[in-house]
């Protein structure tokens, strides 16, 4: 562990590398909300009152609280961990009641001309105290019920969440399935499972139900004849047809009456169910049109009509990812796919070389966490997975998204800048 | 740590399958599918239209006929509307409470984005006092556009009118109109509206998501400058044209003026008219349908769509048709006991006992036996069966651009009427018949119809000696003056120079000796050669019809002039045309100014009911008939010229 690049800064040696990644993201994301929301009458590049003139001020601030984290002791995140817990949930509970409504969520409160969302600070309490309780609990043989206790911790939140209703939000939460994975209290195969459900839960909405069950029973048929000499994998097989087709029935169930309409609306969009260039679909054609046409080069900087002329909805935030797509095109888009995914990478290693369990918990909720944003937000606007309204992180236009963010990076960073000391 | 550290490498492995799923999305949509670059191209070009201004028609003398005027379409893009003084926009319009509602719902039904007309051609003045006001009215806006103008109000039905385009001449057009644009509708606007709109120019604008302009696209580089219409000269004499309106008013009837050498039309009255400026603007649509409605049918274009048996004036064709068949010459005599005795004992009455005549003689004195006899030998003495001398004399007759259209550049023009020999085999059931069973024919009347475009160019053909240019409106186009090669073809009209030279001297008597039918309104100065005539009309008053062609060497202009149920030709058709030659060869007029007044001040328009414009059915009787079968007529066994009941035949 003699890495030249890494300086003695902060009481350890701070990871540099992961510092020139976030600031990257958090420039481009500047340079991003300029041309987005750049109006071609009034070029003046600091004004206070747009939105690029206003990241300017929550880059330069995240900064200093970058800073601040990395002067704290360590040991304050990991102690202040359940009262910040309860003060979010305390948060979420409040926005309920005195909360500002915008764009169908209750999830702002207004403090002056600033509006905070808790939902985006819940997810750095929950992390810390997940990491806080499993790191107190033997690794050795891994019990059901510190799963549960585990899972209580992040489904709390996340309730809270789904009342705003927040939908995108809430499922940020679950991305902290790797963590569980990761400290070995959910297994392999489970975790196939899961992507197994997923998978049909999707299959099944796009194509008739009847098709998928086929499907399955040619699968199962196929299987029973290759292990006919084994009894229990036919048994095996057998039970795992009955168990898909009564989730198969589920599925449409829930489907039909639990979701709500613009959340079916906007399944039917991506599974091409429903074609309606002006309707649900408008946001992801117009998305996709946006990235689309940026073709191999982009149009250049401030060129893109589809941002510039407002065809893209919610285009510094949500969607702040057509603008590169459009303007920086696939290279531009294939470099900040390329800065994500070395970040994560580099995070899972850096959990991995912590000394402690609550450090290693807490990285990899990190990662899972950013993961999920940057996998979820870019497949929306390229229609692969349905529109969820959540932010890029670093790059997309937003106080409380890149402060919180920065907050989840930067105590990772000071728990491996001082991981020889005690946490 | 155990095994457990191994799963990095999984959770590690599905974030760069996450990764490379996404890159592999994005080099789909990037790199291969081209559809979303034309999309996002979709989404931000317009192509704006420039419409060119319409072309300017002058009169010969380069005088302004038609000209454009600005006019102003206030839009309103609904969405930006806001805190407006409604009352005040009303009052400046000139609209009241419901009506503004009305359009902003039309608008906002339209599109709440996109600008649409609020109100439409707003004149002048209203537009002055509006832009003072306009920056209290958010999402209004002004846009320029020009609509015809008529300085003088003459010559409506030559120069036609424009109005928006309907599907129809959308689908024809091959999309080259919109809806919106203006066509021109009749007249010389719709005859010349290739020339006359232009080129359209196109403007690449972006526009934003809600349709709102963002600048022109690539600095403009793939713009078109709109191209204006060509400008026409009509053959038309704007001073004599008012005057000729002047002289019809409270009349109906038509006045064609044609200078012969070119076939250049000086004159196209028709009678009553209407002001061409009531076709513009914001009355229109009422204008138009009070025209629909009018009984005197202002929107009938009489010169070229009346269609009048010619009368005596046709005596002019016989002669020189018979002359040139060797049928008559110069001294053929023939008595004249004050009628044609023709069939059974029927007679073809003339209004004087002339006793022998020949021919000078019977065109100054308008013989109808004389010309009983002539159409006679042309029908039952050339050594042919009748129907095939029919149809030599009926040949001869269509030279003279008689029953066809003569193809004048304007469009509805009508071919008159003149049978052919089946007409009449059909009728009577065989080929037996013979001059008696159509001898009003020989005298213009009867089964003919001719229009006075035809009367004017049949006195052109008199005035050049055997040939005419086809008659038309338009002289030159455009800033080259291009002249159509359809009317610098010379057309002969089959009869000889020499042949003329009697009738000539016959149509001078007319008018310069005493006791001719136009002695009265000769000129001084200017040998007038003309006819009188007169029109049997079976629905009341006869129609006077003067034609006439001055001077008699070197003619400058040959006229036709019409006046419906005016009755005897000398006494009304006879002082216009008089005066309208005067005026055209001399600028002034010396006709006595107790005749002037007369035409002035006379009203001659029938009572609404029987105002119908003569046509002449075309379509022949269903049953075949004698000339003379129908109850009616069996009552007169004689066949007047001026009285005749011939015409029942029609009804």
Known sequence: ?423 | MNGLFERKYIIQGIFIAVAAIIAARLSYLQLIDKSYLLSANNNVLRKMVIYPARGVILDRNGQVLVQNEPVYDLLVTPREVKELDTALLCELVGIDKEGFERRMATARAYSPYKASQFEKQLPATAYAKLQEHLYKFRGFYIQNRTVRSYPDSIAAQFLGYIQEVNERDIERSNGFYRPGDYIGASGVESAYEELLRGQRGVKNVMVDAFNRPQGSFAEGRYDTLAVAGDGLISSLDKDLQILAEKLMRNKIGSVVAIEPATGEILTFVSSPSYDPNMMVGRERGNNYAKLLHDPYKPMFIRPMQAQYPPGSVFKVVSALTAQQAGMIDEHTIFNCPGGYRYGSGRVMRCMHVDGPTQLIRSIQHSCNTYYGYTYARMIDQRGMPSAQAYGLWRDAVMKFGIGQPLGIDLPGEKAGLLPSADFYTKRYGNAKWGSSYNISLSIGQGEMGITPLQMANVMAIVANRGFYYRPHLIKAIGDKKIVKPEFTEKISAGVDAKYYEPVIEGMSRVVNLPGGTGYSVRIADIEMCGKTGTAQNPHGQDHAVFFAFAPRENPKIAIAVVVENAGFGGTWAGPIASMLIEKYLKDTITLPQYIQDRIYKADLLPKPKTAKPQEVVKSPPAKPSQPSKSPEEEEEEVLFVHHSALARRYD
């Open chain 1, 1 to 423: 562990m003699t890495n030249p690049h890494r300086h003695k800064l902060f009481g350890g040696e701070v990871d540099w590398f992961t510092i020139i990644l976030w600031l990257l993201l958090c420039i481009i994301g500047w340079f991003n909300i300029h041309a987005a929301v750049f109006d071609p009458d009034n070029p003046e590049l600091f004004n206070m009152n747009t939105n690029y003139g206003k990241q300017s001020i929550y880059i330069f601030s995240a900064m200093v609280l970058a800073v601040t984290i990395l002067i704290v002791d360590a040991k304050f995140y990991s102690s202040v961990s359940p009262i910040l817990y309860v003060i979010t949930i305390l948060l979420l509970i409040a926005v309920l009641v005195i909360g500002r409504n915008v764009g169908g969520n209750q999830a702002w409160i207004p403090i002056g001309s600033f509006r905070l969302q808790p939902s985006e600070f819940a997810k750095l309490a929950t992390c810390l105290l997940l990491g806080r309780y499993l790191s107190t609990q033997s690794t050795k043989n891994p019990n059901l019920g510190t799963l549960l206790t585990g899972a209580s911790i992040v489904l709390l939140p996340v309730m809270l969440v789904l009342l705003q209703p927040d939908t995108g939000s809430a499922l940020a939460f679950f991305a902290l399935v790797f963590v569980f994975y990761r400290e070995g209290y959910i297994s392999g195969p489970w975790m196939l499972f899961g992507a197994l459900c997923i998978m049909l839960f999707v299959l099944t909405l796009a194509f008739n139900q009847w098709v998928i069950i086929s499907v399955i029973a040619v699968v199962c048929a196929l299987g029973i004849y290759y292990f006919r000499k084994r009894r229990k994998a036919i048994t095996s097989l057998i039970i795992f047809f009955v168990i898909s087709t009564a989730y198969v029935f589920c599925v449409d169930f829930v489907y039909e009456n639990v979701l709500q309409s613009h959340q079916r609306n906007r399944i039917d969009v991506i599974l091409g169910k429903i074609d309606d260039p002006r309707g649900q679909g408008y946001n992801l054609n117009q998305s996709m049109i946006a990235i689309g046409s940026g073709q191999f080069w982009g149009k250049g900087y401030l060129q893109g009509t589809q941002t510039k002329y407002n065809f893209v909805p919610e285009q510094s935030t949500d969607f702040i990812f057509c603008t590169i797509g459009e303007e920086w095109g696939f290279v531009g888009s294939m470099v900040v796919i390329s800065l994500y995914l070395t970040l994560l990478l580099r995070i899972v290693n850096i959990a991995e070389r912590q000394r402690t369990a609550f450090a290693r918990i807490y990285a990899y909720g990190v990662a899972s966490i950013l993961f999920f944003h940057f996998a979820i937000n870019i497949g929306m606007t390229i229609g692969i997975v349905p529109i969820i309204g959540i932010p890029l992180p670093f790059i997309s236009y937003g106080g409380s998204s890149l402060w919180s963010f920065t907050i989840l990076l930067f105590i990772m960073l000071k728990f491996d800048a001082n991981k020889k000391g005690i946490v």
